[in-house]
């Protein structure tokens, strides 16, 4: 089945800077790759996904990246602000969605 | 538009005891979730369920969880009896038939003591 591995499991950045997170995954068959954004004691919210047809997309200061070849994927937050301090999940999915372990993001002011 | 609805949001209970999670999904939403979150990991997917049939419970430790979507809109999650390492986030999502994106109700956290 599909394993996908997140990494950092935790990142701190100043406010203004850029945050990357990345994420692999095993099953060369998986087309589809959300991010999940989810707040403490909150539901995972959607924030941006990607199809394997597709190398690139952008949202204002959200983008994701994704390498078929080398099978990863990667969030990339530029000119972070506090309110991105969250975890983020990465997901890739064939017949069901597996999800990364998240990565801790905390913009300091 | 309502998102994904879960309830009850906490659940504290005794080991052995029996609980019961319920979810009502997007309107219109054939595809429903369940998804259990260990504190620090990412979400696990228990069951899943397109209308009222369950197509992939392979995840579902069968001998105490059961699940049911008898009229393929809310659902039921039950745990019994309930054991210490049940305590997680149980999480309910759902989708359009035929649609990747997932959207995900605030789940129930459930404390087993």
């Known amino acids: 089945g599909e394993n996908v591995e997140q990494h950092p499991s935790t990142l701190s950045v100043q406010e203004g800077d850029s945050a990357v997170i990345k994420c692999t995954y095993s099953d060369s068959a998986s087309n589809y790759f959300p991010w999940y954004k989810q707040e403490l004691g909150k539901r995972p919210q959607l924030i941006i996904d990607?199809?394997?047809?597709?190398g690139e997309k952008k949202d204002q200061r959200i983008a994701v990246t994704l390498n078929k070849t080398a099978k990863h994927f990667s969030l990339h937050i530029t000119e972070t602000q506090p309110e991105d301090s969250a975890v983020y999940f990465c997901a890739a999915k064939n017949n069901d969605m597996r999800f990364g372990a998240g990565t801790r993001l905390t913009v300091k002011p | 538009e309502a998102g994904v609805v879960q309830s009850p949001r906490y659940k504290i209970i005794e080991k052995k005891q029996p609980v019961a999670f319920w979810c009502n999904p997007i309107?219109?939403?054939?595809?429903l979730y369940w998804y259990l979150q260990n504190l620090g990991q990412g979400p696990e997917l228990l069951i899943r369920?397109?209308?009222?049939?369950?197509?992939?419970d392979s995840q579902l430790p069968k001998d105490r969880f059961s699940a049911e979507r008898l009229k393929g809109v809310d659902s039921t999650l039950k745990i019994q009896p309930a054991e210490l390492g049940d305590s997680a986030v149980y999480l309910c999502a759902s989708s359009l038939h035929g649609t990747d994106t997932q959207y995900f109700g605030p789940g129930t956290r459930l404390t087993v003591l």
């Open positions: 369920y397109e209308n009222e049939e369950a197509v992939d």
């Open positions: 309107s219109g939403h054939n595809t």
């Open positions: 990607i199809r394997s047809n597709v």
